[in-house]
């Protein structure tokens, strides 16, 4: 066989290598993101997003970053206190429960095209520019306690950062880190009673167009035959009927969020905590006030 032969060959066999690879890389590339639906999501989210938008990627994702470009886009948990400027917040997490802090910062939102790990937020015109109260650094300064009824019934005075209630140690009111669903997340701690209930003041609470924040049950006392702990949460506004709502952390892992509209103006709140079994209920809530 001539040299010429051979080198011909030896290019059909290198030819056809590089096809069937790139074929591979095309079969893998669509497992991929028919594995994971964040993928489309970002395609969809770069075709709807704008400059003044932000896209975050909470896990170590940077082909999702970069998908999303030239929306401007970030991976981790950045601070988000001022949003100031920024239109939509999109958030992309590996799981739902990694959503957590963008929860007690922010909210609820709505799964973004179903997908629950996906979300997004209306900075702008959802009033959530700024956190104008947060309940975390106002234990003894604004935020006060109290049990009522049964064995522990009194006030909850402050000492060191806390809110001391009578009775064993974890019924004082503490902020500290817990975590949900693996996700670590500093919240206020807040046992309940069986016998009796826990009260929550939220004085002189600065005019704000909404309340954020989350509550749920930590890993430590998750199980699944626990008891619900119930909430009823008013807010008393000036010149305006209270606004009053009812929550419940039931027997799920990860952080529940949710949102109370404000109009702005001065109010004061009262969150009410009750359970039937306060075994193992370590009940923690995260609350804040924005505009």
């Given at each position: 066989?001539?040299?010429?032969?051979?080198?011909?060959?030896?290019?059909?066999?290198l030819?056809?290598?590089?096809?069937?690879?790139?074929?591979?890389?095309g079969?893998?590339?669509?497992a991929?993101a028919?594995?994971?639906?964040?993928?489309?999501?970002?395609?969809?989210?770069?075709?709807?997003?704008?400059?003044?938008?932000?896209?975050?990627?909470?896990?170590?994702?940077?082909?999702?970053?970069?998908m999303?470009?030239?929306?401007?886009?970030?991976?981790?948990?950045?601070?988000?206190?001022?949003?100031?400027?920024?239109?939509?917040?999109?958030?992309?997490a590996?799981?739902?429960?990694?959503?957590?802090?963008?929860?007690?910062?922010?909210?609820?939102?709505?799964?973004?095209?179903?997908?629950?790990?996906?979300r997004?937020?209306?900075?702008?015109?959802?009033?959530?520019s700024?956190?104008?109260?947060?309940?975390?650094?106002?234990?003894?300064?604004?935020?006060s306690?109290r049990?009522?009824?049964?064995?522990d019934?009194?006030?909850?005075?402050?000492?060191?950062?806390?809110?001391?209630?009578?009775?064993?140690?974890?019924?004082?009111?503490?902020?500290?880190?817990?975590?949900?669903?693996?996700?670590?997340?500093?919240?206020?701690?807040?046992?309940?009673?069986?016998?009796?209930?826990?009260?929550?003041?939220f004085?002189?609470?600065?005019?704000?167009?909404?309340?954020?924040?989350?509550?749920?049950?930590?890993?430590?006392?998750y199980?699944?035959e626990?008891?619900?702990?119930?909430?009823?949460?008013e807010?008393?506004?000036e010149?305006?009927?209270?606004?009053?709502?009812?929550?419940?952390?039931?027997?799920?892992k990860?952080?529940?969020?949710?949102?109370?509209d404000?109009?702005?103006?001065p109010?004061?709140?009262?969150?009410?905590?009750t359970?039937?079994?306060?075994?193992?209920?370590?009940?923690?809530?995260?609350?804040?006030?924005t505009?």
């Open positions: 066989m001539s040299d010429r032969s051979t080198t011909m060959r030896d290019l059909a066999w030819g056809a290598s590089v096809l069937a690879l790139a074929a591979s890389f079969v893998l590339e669509a991929r028919k594995g994971d639906t964040r993928r489309a999501l970002a395609r969809v989210i770069r075709r709807e997003s704008t400059a003044r938008d932000l896209v975050v990627v909470v896990d170590e994702a940077p082909e999702l970053v970069s999303v470009r030239p929306t401007p886009a970030l991976w981790g948990v950045p601070p988000l206190d001022d949003l100031t400027g920024v239109q939509r917040l999109y958030v992309l590996p799981r739902e429960s990694a959503l957590g802090p963008f929860y007690a910062r922010l909210g609820a939102a709505e799964p973004f095209h179903g997908d629950v790990r996906v997004r937020w209306e900075i702008a015109a959802g009033h959530l700024r956190v104008t109260w947060n309940a975390l650094d106002a234990l003894g300064d604004g935020v306690a049990r009522e009824g049964g064995v019934n009194g006030p909850c005075p402050p000492d060191a950062g806390r809110l001391v209630c009578h009775g064993p140690p974890w019924n004082s009111l503490v902020a500290e880190p817990h975590h949900f669903d693996g996700v670590e997340q500093r919240c206020i701690f807040a046992h309940p009673q069986a016998d009796g209930a826990l009260l929550v003041d004085a002189n609470l600065p005019p704000a167009r909404a309340l954020v924040g989350t509550y749920g049950i930590d890993d430590g006392g199980h699944p626990g008891s619900p702990v119930d909430l009823r949460f807010v008393l506004l010149g305006a009927p209270p606004l009053v709502r009812t929550m419940a952390a039931t027997n799920r990860g952080l529940t969020p949710f949102r109370i404000l109009p702005a103006r109010a004061r709140a009262t969150m009410r905590v359970t039937a079994n306060a075994g193992a209920r370590q009940f923690c809530f995260t609350l804040l006030a505009e």
